[in-house]
Antibody, heavy 120, light 108 residues
Framework: QVELVQSGSEVKKPGASVRVSCMAS????????ITWVRQAPGQGLEWMGW????????TYSQDFRGRVVFSVDTSVRTTFLDISSLKTEDTALYYC?????????????WGQGTKVTVSS | SYELTQPRSVSVFTGQTAKITCSGE??????AYWYQQKPGQAPVLVIF???ARPAGIPERFFGSSSGTTVTLTIAGVQAEDEADYYC???????????FGGGTRLAVL
């Protein structure tokens, strides 16, 4: 079964950093770019950017450029989201999703989400 | 501009037709995608490239496009369709990707 499995919940203090992982299974990992989407509590979906899983080249949304880094380790079929200098407003669910060409580049395979809580 | 505007909520009775709109300048020359999100779950793609349905999505889900507005239509709404719905679009190189604010569909 094609799926993306994300790492577990995190609780961090303001100013700290966090790493969220997203592991792919049951498909050719490099075929699908991975995008990251944030959802604050009770709010909508917010696009953070995407990473080319073949080349490792990232593209960041203007709103997240500077504090967010995407990376990939093809040997373990895993994409990483690193957020530094965390703020309380970074408290959210973070989703990874695969960009699937056969459905016009839509986000057709989603991870289960990783809850990140930033609190002093 | 790269904003997509959706109504905050839509309410329909079971069996009726629900229409959820999404407006934005970019939609006149870029495809739209629709996602359904139920409480506590990840989003699910229900429409891609304006009006195509992924495998496994019920036939009662339709997408259409006219100018700068796209519409998700759910014919014969069922209780299980109660969810938040998000439209999404992007430029060709995925440098800019945007989601609409989301519409909560209430099934009465």
């Amino acid at each position: 079964q094609v799926e993306l499995v994300q790492s577990g919940s995190e609780v961090k203090k303001p100013g700290a950093s966090v790493r969220v992982s997203c592991m792919a299974s049951a498909y050719t990992f490099a075929n699908y770019p991975i995008t990251w989407v944030r959802q604050a509590p009770g709010q909508g979906l917010e696009w953070m950017g995407w990473i080319n899983t073949k080349t490792g080249d990232p593209t960041y949304s203007q709103d997240f450029r500077g504090r967010v880094v995407f990376s990939v380790d093809t040997s373990v079929r895993t994409t990483f989201l690193d957020i530094s200098s965390l703020k309380t407003e970074d408290t959210a669910l973070y989703y990874c999703a695969a960009v699937v060409p056969s459905v016009g580049g839509a986000f057709d395979i989603w991870g289960q989400g990783t809850k990140v809580t930033v609190s002093s | 501009s790269y904003e997509l505007t959706q109504p905050r909520s839509v309410s329909v009775f079971t069996g009726q037709t629900a229409k959820i709109t999404c407006s934005g300048e970019t939609l006149s020359n870029q495809y739209a995608y629709w996602y359904q999100q139920k409480p506590g779950q990840a989003p699910v793609l229900v429409i891609f490239k304006d009006n195509a349905r992924p495998a496994g999505i019920p036939e009662r889900f339709f997408g259409s496009s006219s100018g700068t507005t796209v519409t998700l239509t759910i014919a014969g709404v069922q209780a299980e369709d109660e969810a938040d719905y998000y439209c999404q679009s992007a430029d060709n190189s995925m440098t800019y990707v945007m989601f609409g604010g989301g519409t909560r569909l209430a099934v009465l």
